[in-house]
């Protein structure tokens, strides 16, 4: 087997020493305007009146907010579950009724679950 020579390597430029980027503090500010005003929905809204019908003491069923909204029953569900909970960081309840699972929105402060995320965030 004959083996072929490598090209020679052509010789490598300097390098010049990059400046360091200064930390940013964008996320951690904008993280921190948002947990400490929580966004309210436009009045008229289909976001509105959800929230209108979970802060009811009766609360409302997902059928409920079918009919109310015309969404569909894995849409009603993620709305609860990212907008709610999540993105507003309200405090939902859950329980068992007569004509099905009840939700509403527990007055006070929001739920120990979005504490924990403003807490990983910062």
Do not use: C
Not at 5 to 17: E, F, L, Q
Not at 46 to 58: P, R, S, T
Not at 90 to 96: A, D, M, Q, T, V
Request: charged residues 25%; without cysteine; proline residues 6%.
């Amino acid at each position: 087997m004959t083996r072929t020579k490598s090209k020679p390597k052509t010789a490598a430029r300097p390098r010049t020493a990059k400046p360091a980027k200064p930390a940013s503090r964008k996320r951690a500010t904008a993280v921190a305007a948002v947990t400490a005003a929580v966004p309210k929905a436009r009045a008229g809204t289909k976001h509105a009146e959800i929230i209108a019908m979970l802060q009811d003491g009766a609360g409302a069923t997902i059928a409920a907010i079918m009919a109310a909204t015309g969404w569909q029953q894995h849409s009603v569900r993620g709305f609860l579950a990212g907008i709610v909970r999540k993105k507003l960081g309200l405090n939902l309840l859950s329980e068992p009724g007569d004509k099905g699972r009840v939700y509403r929105i527990k007055d006070g402060s929001g739920s120990p679950a979005s504490a924990d995320r403003v807490k990983q965030a910062a």
